[in-house]
């Protein structure tokens, strides 16, 4: 018994909590680059795994009053969104948020690369030979014309080049101080390898955008120029919130601009004409009653399901985000921040930390050392 005591004094817990840490995220990344879900029982199964070790780094770190405070608050707000809402998306966010106390921010990247490149290339192989289902169909081009796409065994072509994007992204982000020409021809050759196999022109059109941001990045020496960086999500909001209030199908340049986003924009105005806005979270059955369709839009999707309670809270916390890394100085960070707040414009997957981990970032509001140089040995 003084044995084992003395095992327990010795062991050092709080190292423990953080490689539990990082098995919670590789696991969660493993799962969503195989593109399972929340019905799948291999999902769920890796699923308990992962909020394992998330208790363990919970259990095992020590936080301030103030880290207390601020956990209850996000806890919270994530359990009440999951309850009326019925989705899981915010609560886990938030508790991944909450976790990162003494992790790496660089190594949580570096994890989600390899294993995103690992995952890819097994895909992308294994429906060459067969291993998985090619998903081969056709779709639509800009001239209606029927083309064909593939889905390498991830269910649907958009999801496949979403895939392609997010592990090219992080190889950029990974890489940075490195860029040049030769990246710049190497990333894009295979975007537009995977666009032609895809025809995902969301995808290549915001991976086009990314590349705009790094070379202003690189090339604007005055700094006082990179606070635009900062403006891409209140920028992305107030479009957003514009297009769906003011939406006009009779009009020719917005009937264009929905045309050109496959309808997003007359699916969030005929949400918010027939359901309205609220101050506070709504039942997720109360936008089945009349359903136009998935709304594709982070900031709209935040809005009409969470209220504007919710909306401005995070608005609030991502913008001091924004200032914080502005700030900083990290503008990195900001120009894949700011490549995100455009996707978000057109699909809403970007509030999930495992498919978009820069909203991450979010954790240096609660611990500023989250971006310090180097990686944390565990």
């Known amino acids: 018994m003084e044995k084992l005591k003395t095992i327990c004094q010795e062991t050092n817990w709080e190292r423990i909590g953080i490689a539990a840490y990082y098995g919670y995220f590789a696991v969660n990344i493993l799962m969503k680059a195989f593109a399972y ?26 936080y301030s009053l103030r880290e207390v405070a601020w956990a209850a608050v996000l806890g919270g707000v994530g359990l009440t969104l999951s309850v009326i809402t019925k989705q899981n998306t915010w609560l886990l966010l938030f508790l991944t ?12 990247i570096k994890i989600t690369l390899y294993i995103r490149v690992f995952c890819a290339v097994v895909l992308v192989l294994g429906s060459t030979y067969g291993f998985y289902d090619m998903g ?10 029927e083309i064909p796409v593939y889905s390498f065994g991830l269910g649907e072509p958009n999801y496949a080049f979403l895939t392609i994007f997010i592990m090219l992204l992080l190889l950029l982000y ?13 990333t894009m050759a295979v975007a537009w390898i995977f666009y032609d196999l895809t025809f995902c022109r969301t995808g290549i059109i915001v991976f086009c955008f990314c590349w705009a941001l790094i070379i202003f990045e690189k090339f604007i020496k005055n700094e006082k120029w990179k606070v635009v960086l900062a403006y891409s999500v209140p920028v992305g909001a107030v479009l957003s919130f514009f297009l769906m209030v003011f939406y006009n199908g009779a009009n020719g340049v917005m009937a264009r601009m929905n045309h050109y986003v496959s309808g997003r924009i007359y699916i969030m105005n005929s949400y918010y004409k027939n359901q309205g806005l609220a ?17 594709d839009n982070t900031y709209m999707f935040v809005l009409l399901y969470c209220g504007w309670a919710v909306a401005i809270f995070f608005f609030i916390l991502v913008c ?11 503008y990195k960070e900001l120009v894949m921040i700011a490549t995100m707040a455009l996707y978000a414009v057109l699909e809403q997957f970007v509030m999930n930390g495992f498919m978009n981990p820069f909203i991450l970032l979010s954790g240096i509001l609660l611990y500023p050392d989250i971006l310090r140089e180097g990686e944390v040995k565990i």
């Open 320 to 330: 001091r985000t924004l200032y914080v890394l502005y700030r900083q100085k990290r």
């Open 136 to 145: 081969d169909k056709t779709k639509p081009n800009v001239a209606f014309e």
């Open 174 to 186: 990974y890489n940075y101080e490195k860029l040049n020409q030769w990246w710049f021809l190497g």
């Open 279 to 295: 101050l506070y979270p709504r039942n997720q059955e109360y936008f089945y009653a009349n359903y136009f369709g998935l709304i």
């Open 37 to 62: 879900d929340h019905g799948d029982d291999i999902y769920q199964c890796f699923f308990i795994f992962g909020m394992i070790f998330l208790g363990i780094k919970l259990v095992t770190t020590k």
């Open 97 to 108: 948020v909450i976790g990162m106390k003494n992790c790496s921010f660089r190594l949580v």
